[in-house]
Nanobody, 125 residues
């Protein structure tokens, strides 16, 4: 079992930045792929970014490439999502999720086993 807790959400003006953190329990966290997803009201859940077990491979949705950066510190059991140049359309509940694999980090939500409770990001225009 893995428990995930997101933090760092809030309200920010367009063009601003936020950093989300995903803290995980479990001594085997370093073997997990971690993904960040978001879901806006009335929309499907969207894969935003994902990172493999050692941080050597990352994947991003086209909508956030060049603006968001995913990273991890396995010694702290934490994955981060640095979000820059935020836009109103980035407004959503953001979730982190994990799956135990050494493979490529997917952006499909059905590939993940464990989910956090989510944190709200609101970007004002």
């Amino acid at each position: 079992q893995v428990q995930l807790v997101e933090s760092g959400g809030g309200l920010v003006q367009a063009g601003g930045s936020l950093r989300l953190s995903c803290a995980a329990s479990g001594r085997t966290f370093s073997t997990y792929v971690v993904g960040w997803f978001r879901q806006a009201p009335g929309e499907e859940r969207e894969g935003v970014a994902a990172i493999n077990w050692n941080g050597g491979i990352t994947a991003y949705a086209d909508s956030v490439k060049g603006r968001f950066t995913i990273s991890r510190e396995n010694a702290k059991n934490t994955v981060y999502l640095q979000m820059n140049s935020l836009k109103p359309e980035d407004t959503a509940v953001y979730y982190c999720a994990t799956v135990m694999t050494f493979g490529l980090p997917p952006l499909r939500s059905e590939a993940y086993d464990y989910w956090g409770q989510g944190t709200q990001i609101t970007v004002s225009s």
